[in-house]
């Protein structure tokens, strides 16, 4: 089908209707078959997709981008007044730029097993963030962000819902496959990803926005910025084939772009892809390398104590298990340290 080429084209990432899904009243099983097959299709050849149809109103989103555009706009003292703790501390917060190398996280996960290593070196990336929790009450949040953030985070738990039934459905699972995996609740989180102007001393470095890397859970729903343009010479957001080519991701205003994590390689026994993808730095005499970037990612994934092993569709004796079975939490710790930077390069804005 149309979905299945798209998802064979290097040139693009494929788009998924998820309707069928986010609105069953509305549509019949035969629709939901095709969205699934289009969905295991994506996940399969790319490990990426962009999602249309999820039902998401566009001004809980425009909401957002606004309440964060004014957080990331304060000076500095103001926004590090929120910080709570290095990043992927349980509190959330504040993270200045400087502070985070995210391909020091790569490993064996992903198509091209790791690369050719020597990312222990990585500069650390160009990014300052924030992380939502809604449901933390010991810190205040910045007003602009208050609203805005829970009702986002609310409507992405909604997407994630979704999402559950449109994989149940694609790998042949029981509806409720995700629910004991996931309850009480979902360990997630929603990252604010502020990319300021790039700094001088940054613009022939080696340095770059976001390095490549596999997320580390389940699903990362991600609202990219809108001004990515889709061009590998350009900059912005990226994806690595299973050929070796990088295909650029181009926004679709609506849309999320939704990739899966680590967790996903290990329960479909590596049928579908924890994909490399990494944020690349605009040429530096460029328009873009003066303009700021913003992207919010929403992590999702099991709670910590879920223990995570190949899927019961996705092994038999001809594909017996090749993960060992891994304790999320685990898993999300050992990434969070690998990423943080003790020595640190700050470059000066």
């Not at 309850?183 to 502020?194: G, H, I, N, Q, T």
């Not at 993808?277 to 992590?299: G, N, Y």
């Amino acid at each position: 089908n149309k979905a299945h080429m798209a998802a064979l084209d290097e040139s693009t990432v494929p788009i998924v209707d998820i309707a069928p899904f986010a609105a069953p009243s509305l549509y019949d099983d035969a629709a939901r078959a095709t969205a699934a097959r289009a969905w295991d299709a994506a996940m399969t050849e790319v490990g990426f997709a962009v999602i249309v149809g999820h039902g998401v109103p566009a001004k809980v989103v425009e909401d957002l981008r606004a309440g964060a555009g004014d957080f990331f706009s304060r000076d500095a003292a103001e926004k590090l007044a929120y910080r709570h703790g290095p990043y992927g501390n349980p509190l959330g917060g504040y993270t200045a730029m400087g502070t985070e190398a995210v391909s020091r996280t790569r490993d064996a996960h992903g198509s091209d097993a790791g690369g050719a290593g020597g990312f222990e070196a990585a500069l650390p990336d160009l990014v300052e963030s924030f992380v939502f929790k809604p449901d933390e009450a010991t810190r205040p949040k910045p007003p602009a962000l208050e609203a805005a953030g829970r009702a986002y985070h609310a409507a992405l738990l909604g997407v994630l819902d979704t999402l559950h039934a449109v994989t149940a459905a694609a790998l042949g699972l029981p509806a409720g496959f995700f629910d004991p995996f996931y309850a009480p609740e979902a360990d997630v989180s929603l990252r604010l990803a502020y990319y300021p102007p790039v700094p001088a001393a940054a613009r022939n470095s080696s340095a770059v926005r976001y390095g490549e890397h596999t997320d580390y859970t389940g699903f990362t729903i991600l609202l990219q910025d809108d001004a990515d343009v889709g061009d590998l010479g350009a900059g912005g957001l990226q994806v690595l084939r299973k050929s070796g080519a990088w295909t650029a991701v181009r926004p679709v205003r609506g849309a999320f772009v939704v990739n899966i994590g680590d967790l996903y390689e290990i329960w479909t026994n590596g049928r579908w892809r924890s994909t490399v993808h990494r944020v690349m730095k605009p040429p530096p005499d460029s328009p873009a390398a003066d303009a700021p970037r913003l992207s919010i990612p929403f992590f999702t994934g099991p709670h910590g104590d879920a223990v995570i092993e190949a899927m019961p569709t996705c092994v038999d004796d001809d594909h017996p298990a090749k993960y060992a079975p891994v304790k999320a939490l685990d898993h999300l710790l050992s990434k969070l340290a690998a990423s943080h930077t003790l020595a640190c390069v700050v470059f000066v804005l």
